[in-house]
T-cell receptor, first 117, second 111 residues
Framework: GAVVSQHPSRVICKSGTSVKIECRSL??????MFWYRQFPKKSLMLMAT?????????EQGVEKDKFLINHASLTLSTLTVTSAHPEDSSFYIC?????????????FGPGTRLTVT | KQEVTQIPAALSVPEGENLVLNCSFT??????LQWFRQDPGKGLTSLLL?????REQTSGRLNASLDKSSGRSTLYIAASQPGDSATYLC??????????FGKGTRLSVIA
């Protein structure tokens, strides 16, 4: 199957700083990528849908000015957590869908664990 | 808005048992449904994908069924092993919509 990578896998930052997480589709072009967040012992919650060449679509309750998403190319989407606070500490997972495939399977990255101190 | 419920929330069984994990969803207008496993602190491992036109899919000891009209899917695990211990997530979606996840079933298989 297709491969999606994320970088970094773990990051610790201080409160008030910004952190950028990269999501790459390694062997296919993804016009659409998705960003999810998972709190400890909770399920994955969709944060936003990232579309190449256009603005991201955010889910209700997700602050678009705090979680900046840039889908600059068909293989790269970035999520920047701005002015991070301890409550932003979470597991962030991206996924990408391979276009042209009827099943529209979503492939997931390995996740990024963010800790804000 | 799609809502996904997984039952049971947690399950502890002795090694060798066959077991069934249940998933129900409210919006049957889906293209496919995926089952994942997640180990503690790790990402997702895709187990099975069932397209909306299919009734079931099998991979090794795993069998997933889909009844789209009633909004139900089940994951059957045969001859469970301690290595099967993980959280199992059900996610309907596909097409132009993202996957929506249930809260998962936390499985513990005891040797």
């Amino acid at each position: 199957g297709a491969v999606v990578s994320q970088h970094p896998s773990r990051v610790i930052c201080k409160s008030g700083t910004s952190v950028k997480i990269e999501c790459r589709s390694l062997d296919f072009q993804a016009t659409t990528m998705f960003w999810y967040r998972q709190f400890p012992k909770k399920s994955l919650m969709l944060m936003a849908t990232s579309n190449e060449g256009s603005k991201a679509t955010y889910e209700q309750g997700v602050e678009k000015d705090k979680f900046l998403i840039n889908h600059a190319s068909l293989t790269l989407s970035t999520l920047t957590v701005t002015s991070a606070h301890p409550e932003d500490s979470s597991f962030y997972i991206c996924s990408a869908r391979e276009p042209g495939q009827g099943a529209f399977e979503q492939y997931f990255g390995p996740g990024t664990r963010l800790t804000v101190t | 808005k799609q809502e996904v419920t997984q039952i049971p929330a947690a399950l502890s069984v002795p090694e060798g048992e066959n077991l069934v994990l249940n998933c129900s969803f409210t919006d049957s207008a889906i293209y496919n449904l995926q089952w994942f496993r997640q180990d503690p602190g790790k990402g997702l491992t895709s187990l099975l994908l069932i397209q909306s036109s299919q009734r079931e899919q099998t991979s090794g000891r795993l069998n997933a069924s889909l009844d789209k009209s009633s909004g139900r899917s089940t994951l059957y695990i045969a001859a469970s092993q301690p290595g099967d211990s993980a959280t199992y997530l059900c996610a309907p979606g596909g097409g132009n919509t993202p996957l929506v996840f249930g809260k998962g079933t936390r499985l513990s298989v005891i040797a």
